[in-house]
Nanobody, 121 residues
């Protein structure tokens, strides 16, 4: 099994910044793409940003220019730097990894438990 642990969420004022981390552990043979998703109350879970193994990135239009996704493959860790936060960014943020546990396994999606980000004055 692959465990994903998010950290770094919390309460921040509008215009502020937060940095989320996602650490992967457990039985990991390899990790491919990783991503951050978020789910606001009463809404569906949406992609925020993704990053390939090689470092290619993709962002939702709503966060372009404000959020930066990165990863440290040696540490099996992914980050999301969030700047210029607005109340609309309030949501539970989930870490996702496309990974396999053994060389014989197929890649599948793994999810963290989520970390709450609240942007409010």
């Amino acid at each position: 099994q692959v465990q994903l642990a998010e950290s770094g969420g919390g309460l921040v004022q509008p215009g502020g910044s937060l940095r989320l981390s996602c650490a992967a552990s457990g039985r990991i043979f390899s990790i491919g793409a990783m991503g951050w998703y978020r789910q606001a109350p009463g809404k569906e879970r949406d992609l925020v940003a993704s990053i390939s193994l090689a470092g290619s990135t993709n962002y939702a239009d709503s966060v372009k220019g404000r959020f930066t996704i990165s990863r440290d493959n040696a540490k099996n860790t992914m980050y999301l730097q969030m700047n210029s936060l607005t109340p609309e960014d309030t949501a539970v943020y989930y870490c996702n990894a496309f990974a396999r546990t053994t060389i014989m396994d197929t890649y599948r999606d793994w999810w963290g438990q989520g970390t709450l980000v609240t942007v409010s004055s």
